[in-house]
């Protein structure tokens, strides 16, 4: 099953344990902002500062596992068909950073973009977890500095997660069009919820 | 005044906008987590995520401003004399991370500790925020990987804050005596809630 999120828009779906679960790039150059709840309990989320304390690293390997403020895993990456650049150190974007960049009226935004995604399934987070941000680049150089640089992610590019238990999916498209990190077009994503014998399981299908 | 913040325990302060606190190693290689609140509405906190975003660093310059989860500038960082290694990437120790090193019974905690000082001002937080881990020493290699390295702060090292709207702030003498990150021997750090004629407000006493 295919859901494909829109430019600028959110999606959540529901993928139960054991479910392998991919997000594409459909036109590259895209970050997808990825939210991950318990599903029986959304105050249990997955958390980047958790997941790093477990893996040692700023974002896992192929094989490894995303862990929840509760340090129980709830994602493993099981592939990663992309040039394998995410980030893990930025806050999703908000209406306080749109004014901050300048914008005066409504401008879409990933925590917005969240809270609407959920609000579909009759769900709700009382606040909006660090988000994993799937094709962000964001170099760290070796004296700390962080560049925001365009998504090297090219169409069809893909990164693919097995849940490790119940839980809420929800990824944004980056709205972000003031600063470089979707190329300052932002554009579309999908979201495939993989059979268990769908081939794409097993293998990439770009 | 000065609050010892005892070896293993947790102590919360209020500090108004405009005042200086400063966080003292009193035995040196000690890590100190710090969580930082808005003094009126404890939803709002420091956020690590969110002052990366602001700063496009690892971890704030000097004259830098640390940020909530709703953007809002809470704490500057004035002063450190100390080698200046701190993380802000490594989540609180919490009880399920001395259960995952092997620990049976009771483990002291920052995520407890926090829960404790912030209870002695009859406040609570209800999730643990990232912390600001001072003198926490994670040094992240080319290929994004973390160590965990123990503290280079001696004897006397501190770092300085300026308040930057009235504010709740907590800090823990890190219990973790499994992992080497305070040498192994947790000891003891001081708050110093510096007056505003203290000579040590610009000129550090040791």
New interface residues.
């Given amino acids: 099953m295919r859901v494909v999120v829109p430019a600028a828009e959110g999606r959540a779906v529901k993928v139960g344990a054991g479910k392998r679960v991919r997000v594409t790039d459909l036109e590259g150059s895209q970050v997808g902002d990825l939210f991950v709840f318990a599903a029986g309990d959304l ?1 249990e989320h997955l ?4 997941t ?2 477990v893996t ?4 896992p390997a192929v094989g490894e596992q995303f862990v929840t ?3 129980r895993p709830i994602l493993t990456l099981v592939d990663d068909d992309s040039p394998g650049v995410h980030d893990m ?3 999703a974007c ?1 209406p ?2 749109y004014r ?1 960049l300048g914008v005066s009226g409504f401008h879409a935004s990933c925590a917005d973009n969240l809270r609407r995604s959920l609000a579909s399934l009759d769900l709700a987070s ?3 977890p ?1 988000p994993v941000n799937l094709f962000m680049r964001i170099p ?1 150089s ?1 004296d ?5 640089l365009s998504a090297i992610s090219r169409p069809g590019d893909a990164i693919t997660f097995e849940a490790v238990v119940d839980c809420v999916f929800a990824v944004s498209a980056c709205p972000q069009d003031l600063v470089g990190v979707n190329g300052r077009r932002p554009t579309s994503l999908a979201i495939d919820l993989l059979s268990d014998h769908d081939p794409r399981a097993k293998e990439p299908d770009k």
Same sequence: chains 1, 2.
Avoid: K
Wanted: net charge positive; hydrophobic share 40%; no cysteine.
């Fill in positions: 105050t958390s980047a500062s958790h790093r304390a040692s690293r700023l974002f403020d509760r340090r150190l930025i806050a908000d306080a950073r901050a009382a606040h909006t660090q760290v070796g700390g500095r962080l560049s925001w």
